[in-house]
């Protein structure tokens, strides 16, 4: 699969890798990071969520992980599809209903 | 449902004009924000509110005003509009305790 280090803004895979969007995160104190997809002319959609106390996350075709020590978020999309193709943002919030701190983003681009 | 519902969806405006970005929410979400997304600058917050009658300041508040008299609305103000402020604007909400922000669709400003 295609990985990158941290963070860059692009991303371009072929259709059927996996993917993996990676980010730093800023506040050792957040304890709830999101990853949110965007595509053009859309507002951010949730994908998947983790808390703090966890290390790994699993949704459909998304994994999320989560290492404390070095401040880093990663998103891995399993056999990626022209269909993920859209900016990603992590998130991160430190108390439940303030606002959520955003990333600047990767535009993950598959190609079939 | 409607969700998130953000108008106008453009809007372009001269240089000192003022004017309000509007944002509706159907779900009783008591907590809501603003946040502008500019080219390579990913999502900045600008001002959120936990409840009616409770506005708090985000990364860049400078320039915009909101209050929160409904749990309903949050609507946000330009008091004297800038060519700095030409960005794209995204208004969200979530229940309290959840960080899951819902997203509506944007407004395209352009200051002129």
């Known amino acids: 699969g295609e990985s990158v280090g941290l963070h860059l803004p692009t991303l371009s895979v072929q259709e059927g890798d996996n993917s993996i969007i990676n980010c730093a995160y800023s506040n050792s104190a957040s304890d709830y990071f999101i990853w949110y997809k965007q595509e053009s002319g859309k507002g951010p959609q949730f994908i998947i969520d983790?808390?703090?106390?966890?290390d790994k996350r699993q949704g459909q075709r998304v994994t999320v992980l989560l290492n404390k020590t070095v401040k880093h978020l990663s998103l891995q999309i399993a056999a990626t599809q022209p269909g993920d193709s859209a900016v990603y943002f992590c998130a991160e919030g430190f108390k439940a209903g303030t606002a959520l701190i955003f990333g600047k983003g990767t535009t993950l681009s598959v190609s079939s | 449902n409607a969700g998130v519902t953000q108008t106008p969806k453009f809007q372009v405006l001269k240089t000192g004009q003022s004017m309000t970005l509007q944002c509706a929410q159907d779900?009783?979400?008591?907590?809501m924000s603003w946040y502008r997304q500019d080219p390579g600058m990913g999502l900045r917050l600008i001002h959120y509110s936990v409840g009616a009658g409770i506005t708090d300041q985000g990364e860049v508040p400078n320039g915009y005003n909101v209050s929160r008299s409904t749990t309903e609305d949050f609507p946000l103000r330009l008091l004297s509009a800038a060519p700095s402020q030409t960005s794209v604007y995204f208004c969200?909400?979530?229940?309290?305790?959840?960080?899951?922000?819902?997203f509506g669709s944007g407004t395209r400003l352009t200051v002129v």
């Open positions: 779900m009783n979400h008591e907590y």
């Open positions: 983790i808390r703090s106390n966890m």
């Open positions: 969200a909400s979530s229940p309290p305790g959840d960080y899951g922000y819902t």
